[in-house]
């Protein structure tokens, strides 16, 4: 298997001041190429540390993707620091320069003398085109390694990748079949818990069993080769009968683009109305086109859950919506949910410890709470049921 690694480059990178997107982007995308990495490191604006750091990797990685360090600054070294490792000097790339000017020239601009920067390349490097940007990219061998030098804006890395980066390495390399990855999402359930029924499942050869979690929902992942897919396929009924009725999707689609699709394929409406969760629910569903008819934020107010049930039935007849859904805060700890449907109206009162979990982490699991009840009804299931480490202290049912 090949050894592929990332190097990440910039002070802002290497202390936190921005997240490193394109290190997420490209370790999910070059997995399901069948270039699973196997090492990520980031180094910052310091021409002796990108220099060793290059040198040092050079010996280890078969292909190395270095992002960041190619623009007009001084801080951005790339091109210099690779220069340096292999003992060559820099070249003006005469073709990347005259593109570089067109593309200030269609712009109504001049293009600044520190950009010229930006078409020197090593000498021994070949130019890698950058379609959307003024940083062309380039590739270079170092001892075993062939490293690819990309810019580090989300939106030209992305397109050199793809377009660029990954038909050389089909061209130059026998890449294997993408691993398997099956996925699921649980609400509601301790990463403990889940543990403590699923490690004691005999794994085929090569396979393993993850968890990721990140509040308020718990990733199940069982991954391994394609060769084991067949073994892979007949372990997973039992892992999801393991997470029951806590899976709240599987796979990547997530579960309001699942609301989404079955609220359109029904042809329900919904009306929403938040407090506590401040419009989050309906930024979730928005981004995933449901067909909300109306949304509120209200002010907090304090009432019974059976306040919150009227008010939300009579939401859903004022607006002439199939589903009204309504979350609001019931003094410190306690927030109320209300689904009205076509078949009568469901509600809950759940208890989060406000010293326990902060503001946006009891949003968060508010918000999914929200979901997950519309879910469950959706899916012809008791939403007062199975809600795992949530504390529900009251629910009840208003017929239509």
Known sequence: MLNVEMLSTGDEVLHGQIVDTNAAWLADFFFNQGLPLTRRNTVGDNLDDLVAVLRERSEHADILIVNGGLGPTSDDLSALA??????????????????????????????????????????????????????????????RCL??????????????????????L??????????????????????SELAQSLDPLPLPPGVTMGYRSSMPIIELKLTGPDSQ??????????????????????????????????LQERQYSLTLSEQFTGGLVALQLSRANAPLLASEVVPPQEET??????????????????LALAISAFENEHINFALATPNGTYGLRVRLNANRYSLSIRQEVCAMMALNMLRRWLNGQDIATEHGWIEVVESLTLPS
């Open 305 to 322: 859950l059976a306040q919150t049930a009227h008010w939300v039935t009579e939401r859903r007849s004022k607006h002439y919506a199939g």
């Open 82 to 143: 690779a220069a340096t490792a292999k003992g060559e000097g820099l070249v003006l790339h005469e073709a990347w320069l005259t593109e570089m000017e067109r593309y200030f020239r269609d712009r109504g601009r001049v293009m600044a003398p520190s950009n010229r920067k930006q078409a020197e390349l090593p000498a021994s490097a070949e130019f890698i085109n950058n379609p959307v940007g003024t940083a062309c990219g380039f590739a270079l061998k170092l001892n």
């Open 170 to 191: 089909r061209e130059r390399f026998s890449l294997s079949q993408p691993p398997l990855c099956l996925r699921l999402t649980t609400f509601g359930r301790s990463e």
């Open 147 to 168: 490293m690819f030098f990309t810019p580090g804006v989300p939106s030209e890395f992305k397109v050199m990748v793809e377009h660029e980066i990954l038909p050389r």
């Open 229 to 262: 897919r067949e073994a892979m396929l007949a372990l997973w009924p039992e892992v999801k009968r393991v997470a029951g009725q806590n899976m709240i999707f599987e796979g990547t689609e997530g579960l309001p683009a699942q609301i989404a699709r079955t």
